[in-house]
């Protein structure tokens, strides 16, 4: 019957909620490890008394924090994936013995808030410049980057890119995010050039300028140097984004190519757009998820603070003080 109850699910993150397929791997790995530890721990017991037992989910979330060494954005990852389970079951007309979840005093964790690793206006153009210089195939690279800077796209969007999805003539590309949640973004002028020369470039002995030469039937626009798509792991995006980055000299722990996206939401507050503009414009369906850019917000305050405040300057000359007050003790 356990079985049921998890097939029912996925067949409706799939079908109903339309999820892609890497998060529907994940929501399955991470219930069956669920259902194995109920299992194990209750194993004569169906999944009605894990509904009516809190004490099941708080024994599983002990075991992820304190055996598993699991961290709190992890733990509460798994947390929001069973909340979703039990929810969906306590709704189901098929699953009338349901009644209850014990999800209902289960609270996600804490987590310290940290500023996003990105890039700065420097760093971006050094970045640039340098796929051109250290590229072995810097037409498309420099392509490939410049439409992640110019976008702010996660990195399956990136690898998954059709040529349907792309006006080179308007200026825009159509992207898909999480749960085929469709938005219009706008390329700049030097990444919508970029994508064009690579479009447009054909075969090239010099394969610095070589462009988009499919050996296989695809409309994938960014194809690796086999004439196909990259993987949708975006594993080898990945790996090409870091040996770019360390060969151009702006490689930091922790950079990845979804640093980008954060370097592009840090670069247009920056700049002036707002957050809720910004909340469209990534595609995040909270704007809790977009706040956590307004670091560079409370950056540029602190930066006016410095420079604008009367007694920014104003040092006490300390050895002036101590020159008076040496005088005087005579």
Not at 16 to 33: D, M
Not at 248 to 261: A, T
Request: aromatic content about 10%; some cysteine.
């Amino acid at each position: 019957m356990i079985k049921t109850y998890l097939e029912s699910y996925i067949y409706h993150i799939s079908i109903e909620r339309n999820l892609t397929k890497g998060t529907i791997t994940i929501y399955k790995k991470e219930l069956e490890n669920f259902l194995a530890f109920f299992s194990s721990t209750w194993p004569d017991h169906g999944l009605v008394f894990a509904c009516e037992h809190e004490e099941v989910v708080k024994k599983y979330l002990y075991k992820l924090v304190v055996i598993d060494k699991n961290n709190a954005r992890t733990v509460n990852r798994k947390t929001t994936i069973l909340r979703g389970l039990f929810n969906y079951l306590i709704i189901a007309k098929e699953f009338p013995e349901i009644k209850l979840t014990p999800m209902l005093n289960i609270r996600s964790q804490k987590i310290e808030k940290n500023i996003p690793i990105f890039l700065t206006l420097e760093e971006c153009e050094q970045f640039l410049y340098g796929i051109k210089f250290f590229s072995r195939y810097a037409l498309r690279d420099y392509a490939i980057f410049q439409v992640f800077l110019s976008t702010g796209a996660r990195l399956s969007e990136i690898s998954k890119l059709e040529l349907c999805q792309v006006n080179i003539q308007v200026g825009t590309i159509k992207l898909y995010g999480k749960g085929r949640k469709e938005r219009l973004v706008a390329l700049t002028e030097s990444a919508a050039e970029a994508l064009k020369q690579y479009l447009y470039s054909g075969d090239n002995k010099d394969l610095s300028k070589k462009g988009r030469v499919p050996k296989t039937d695809t409309d994938i626009v960014f194809l690796n140097k086999y004439g196909r798509g990259f993987d949708e792991s975006g594993k080898g995006i990945y790996m090409l984004f870091r040996d770019l980055t360390k060969r151009c000299g702006v490689y930091k722990p922790g950079l990845s190519p979804h640093k980008l996206r954060h370097t592009f939401a840090t670069l247009l507050l920056s700049n002036g757009c707002n957050v809720v503009e910004l909340q469209k414009l990534l595609g995040h369906s909270s704007l809790n998820s977009t706040e956590i850019y307004t670091h560079i917000l409370d950056e540029d305050m602190l930066n006016k603070v410095r420079n604008s405040h009367p007694l920014n300057k104003k040092h006490i000359n300390d050895d002036f003080v101590s020159k008076i007050k040496n005088g005087k003790d005579k």
